[in-house]
């Protein structure tokens, strides 16, 4: 494949160079060297070796800056980096700008309107083992074409949320009056286009904020605009070549927003190394039925999400679709060579003995956290094997017709007849159906099928596990 | 005015890291009015002395062009600095866009799937995959030939269908024939994937014998292409029973699929596979039957059975390839890499890659995040479509060309995509009703939807009689109903969406 203007990576040897070598810990890792590597393929940011002087951080900050800008939406801690992307695949290197996820509001909206929408907006969520997530972003339309209606918008979006705002006007004037009331809180001006650039480009100086470039189908002029404004020192900016939905014009959105990223991550085009974005609300416009076009942006969003796009607006707030879609992109720009797995082994939760239970799991992520989450809520003492499955969830190993195997070298390999009196393990109702192979496997245990669901493994134990030792006569 | 008055001004660098937000020579700016307006009233510039010896500005790097021109008005027009500003500029840079296009000498092989009549078979159509000559998407730098393929999954016994489904197949979920005639007729299914779990010896245990003869009578009732599926984990038991389905469906082209088949734990150069692999390969060979290579994120285990196939007779054109279809949630992110991996070798001439891929997003339904009532994850029914249509997308955009899936819905949503992508021409009243609103509100003057989408298709009525669809809707209809050729993308479609959206 051409390489043209792609520029070379500083290799891990150079960067430890820039390191302060003192092997202090404190980045956790044990050495500079495993350090340097961490940086080098991205799993770590360099500023978080605590010992750096100023020089070495300047050097380290140009030597691994992404092809593709970075760019920091919103301030505090709901400011959200996106871009810095390098690669066309993640499995190359990885996504990085995690994809911003915005919903909209607008300025027609009478203010008690506008307080239900933005309350149904802060109420969607999803969470993910033990981490929680909401809408990263709010995007304040201006419909009414009215700059004073439009402040009047902000005003109440930004006294209600701490989350970067998206101010969507093509009128300067509007975007004017809007930038000055939330200046402090670097909003995203939507946008910057080929008629009204000029203004823009003016607001975005005076203001220092982030600009949208909306070029709709025409790269040229998106590159234009883009190069105009990074002579002129703006070069927060964020670009957005258009979201057509139509039949016959959809595959061009992609085309467009693939060449964009390509043309930044491999050829060195510095006029559109930028992040990009994309409005999947507009497949809404098509549609005419409230429900059938929130299912259909979300089906956009997650294309768009799989593409490594950026940021995405959408127009219908829901748990049900944001919920999958959290879940895609958390995956999406998980870092390849983040841990998959757990170790295998035997874990104790809340102190067990020899007469508590033992729960069998998987060394998959997910798995073993959502069980392990659950053990540790319902404080039932017990015993977790977690058996290695090469990171396979127990759903897909169970396909295998390995899991029997894989369990029995488990209970072997760490000596699970020495931890507990009984011979009872717990395994998940996915693999149910192989309980004759592992009971052939392991002929001195008893197989117990558990709950179907980790939120009732609590009052599984907590109720029958006194019985299955009754059982198997022993008396706890 | 007399005397002399002599300014100097000393600024100091700041020390600290730059901070990114910091408003960009507003500060300068703000110093230069107040010399401004200590100018003002001053005549004459001779004598003045603005000594900078360094600026404050946090760090923020000024272009000197800046300073100076700022300067310059500031002591040309003193009385107006408030004012101040750069020269403003009035024309955009001039900026070609270069398409980033590569060539690629590898291409993924063409697969057909199904026979009519005059090839020994008794479809009524075929259905090509595959041939796609770049990654997913880029239909900037190359050909993707065929539009991907969406089958129709059917299961021989009820699977335990969570309420969503049941809605569609409540009716039809203990018999796979009236199932599968219910998606083709009903649905406008183009291809039945049919799952024979109930011989899975740990479940039902049904004979090969038996399942031969659902095959056949699915085989009679509909008369798509058809897709033959086991994954029981039991790998000697799923080959019996693809052995007798491809006996019975000889000359059909079917698709034969294992999810069971077992590699040795270390593959070494030349190693023999297990007996039942290439009884498999044999039977698909002989009664010419496509197989597929399944081995879950194990791209050499994938290799390895390709291989296989091919050396054992089965020819490239008759061979699939599934990365394993693990559902959103849970390690999508293997499945795309896996998928990425394959083209990236596929596209640079590894033959062993080039095999269409399937997926299966129906698996989504195995996970309860798709099906169980839980009041924080959202409404259960949109959940479970999303769910599926997410794992679908995440398919697609990595390059599928067949997927295997449950929903109606959702796989309606995932066509109504396709549709997008590709501009088909309609002809199929299923096909239009996907692209109308689906409220059956009546105000057409027709009593649901489905009639006013037969109407239009017989050209009695237009769909401008749509009362729901804007004036978007209507103008992607009609492009469904007669696709201009070829398809033109007008930057007015989106041009004003802030105010557009409904
Ligand atoms: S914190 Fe810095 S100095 Fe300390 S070990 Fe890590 S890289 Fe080395
Ligand atoms: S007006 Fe439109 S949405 Fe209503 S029934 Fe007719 S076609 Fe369906």
Known sequence: ?476 | MSGEKKLKIKLKKKEGAPSAATTEGNELFKLLSKIAKLLDGVDSLRGVEIEAEEIVLEGVMLPTDLLAGALRQATAAPAAAEAVAPPKPTELESFKFEKPVRSYVGKFEEVKIGATAEEGGSRAFTLTIGGSETPAMHAFEGRLPHRPVVAYLVFDEDPGLPETLLEYYGDVKDDPVAWAKKCVEEFGAKMIFLDLRSTDPHGTNRSAEDAAKTVKAVLEAVSVPLAICVRSGDMKKDVEVLKRAAEVAAGENVILYCGSLTLPAILAAGEALADEIYEYFKAAKEHGHVVVAYQPLNLPGIAVLNKAAMEHGVPKSKILIDPGSVAVGYAVEMAISAMDAIYNKALVGDESYQMPLMYIPANAWMYRESYDDVEEWGDTEQRGHAWEIGTAMAALMSGAHLLVMLDPYAIDAVENFLDRLYLPKIESVEGLLRHLPGSNCKACGFETCKELADAVLKGETDVDKCQRLGDAGKRAVKKLLSPPSPPVVESEEIASWIKELP
């Open chain 1, 1 to 476: 494949m051409a390489e043209k203007g792609k520029e070379v990576r500083a290799s891990p040897m150079e960067l430890m160079k820039q390191l302060p070598g003192e092997d202090c810990g404190d980045c956790g890792f044990d050495t500079c060297f495993e350090f340097a590597l961490a940086i080098f393929d991205r799993r770590k940011r360099y500023d978080e070796c605590t010992k750096l002087n100023d020089a070495q951080r300047k050097a380290l900050a140009k030597m691994l800056a992404p092809p593709m800008r970075e760019v920091v939406l919103g301030v505090g801690e709901r400011a959200r980096r996106i871009g810095g992307e390098e690669v066309m695949t993640r499995e190359e290197l990885g996504f990085f700008g995690k994809t911003v996820i915005a919903y909209d509001v607008w300025d027609t909206m009478s203010e008690e309107r506008l307080r239900d929408r933005l309350k149904e907006i802060y109420e969607i969520k999803a969470v993910k083992v033990k981490e929680a997530f909401s809408a990263d972003a709010i995007a304040v339309r201006n419909v009414s074409g009215d700059p004073k209606k439009f402040k009047e918008a902000v005003k109440i979006v930004s006294e209600q949320t701490d989350v970067p705002l998206i101010l969507c006007s093509f009128d300067p004037k509007a975007l004017r009056v809007a930038v000055e009331l939330v200046k402090d809180k670097r909003p995203l001006l939507y946008a910057a286009t080929k008629d009204n650039w000029a203004d823009v480009l003016e607001l975005a100086k005076k203001y220092a904020v982030p600009v949208a470039i909306f070029s709709p189908n025409d790269l040229d002029t998106l590159g234009a605009i883009a190069k105009t404004f990074a002579k002129n020192g703006v070069e927060d900016l964020v670009l957005d070549p258009g979201t057509f939905t139509e039949p016959g014009s959809l595959l061009q959105t992609f085309c467009n927003l693939i060449m964009l990223r390509r043309a930044c991550v491999e050829d060195g085009v510095k006029e559109v190394s930028y992040p990009t974005m994309a409005v999947p609300a507009t497949i809404t416009m098509t549609v005419g039925d409230r429900k059938k076009a929130a299912q259909l942006e979300t089906m956009l969003a997650n294309a768009l999400i799989t593409k490594g796009i950026n940021l995405v607006i959408l127009h219908y707030p829901n748990t049900w679709g944001f919920f999958p879609m959290v879940m895609l992109r958390e995956s999406v720009f998980k870092h390849p060579k983040a841990e998959e797995k757990v170790d295998p082994g035997i874990y104790e939760f809340n102190e067990p003995d020899e007469l508590s239970p033992v729960l069998v799991t998987t060394n998959y992520t997910m798995t073993y956290g959502v069980v392990s989450s659950e053990l540790e809520r319902v404080k039932v003492p017990c015993w977790l094997l977690v058996v290695d499955t090469g990171g396979l969830s127990l759903d897909t190993v169970a396909g295998t017709g390995e899991w029997a195997d894989l369990l029995e070298e488990a209970v072997d390999e760490f000596n699970l007849d020495e931890k507990v009196k009984h011979r009872i393990l717990i395994v998940g109702q996915v693999v149910a159906e192989y309980k004759e192979d592992m009971e052939e496997a392991l002929p001195d245990w008893k197989i117990v099928i558990g709950p179907k669901d980790s939120t009732e493994i609590g009052p599984f134990l907590k109720e029958k596990w006194k019985e299955f030792l009754k059982e198997s006569g022993i008396e706890a």
